[in-house]
């Protein structure tokens, strides 16, 4: 099985003519990059467009070569990401705290 998968990969690698194999497969690494930001952008939070900006530069970067780049975008926007989380928790009060229910 493990043959026929290697045979396949192949295959789909060879499929699109040679003058424009590499300039399909890097748009198709943005695209299939892009596809988790979509929801990250449409929960309309900050935690989303965190993750949704992080999302896109790293697939960019990625297609264009600069691993080294989109992992430190990533680790950036993992920082941040932490960041917003802890503001965002210490900035509502807790459930069930006084003056919660509006008394």
Not at 21 to 33: C, N, Y
Request: glycine share 10%; hydrophobic share 50%; proline share 7%.
């Amino acid at each position: 099985s493990s043959v026929l998968l290697q045979e396949l990969r192949l295959a789909l690698v060879k499929l699109p003519p040679e003058n424009i194999r590499e300039p399909l497969w890097r748009i198709a690494e943005i695209v299939v990059g892009l596809f988790p930001c979509v929801p990250a952008f449409m929960s309309g939070t900050y935690v989303g467009d965190i993750v949704g900006a992080t999302i896109v530069v790293s697939s960019v970067l990625v297609a264009r070569g600069g691993h080294q780049a989109a992992f430190l975008v990533d680790a950036v926007g993992c920082a941040a990401l932490a960041g917003t989380s802890l503001w965002l928790a210490l900035r509502s009060p807790a459930p069930g705290a006084v003056g919660d229910d509006g008394s």
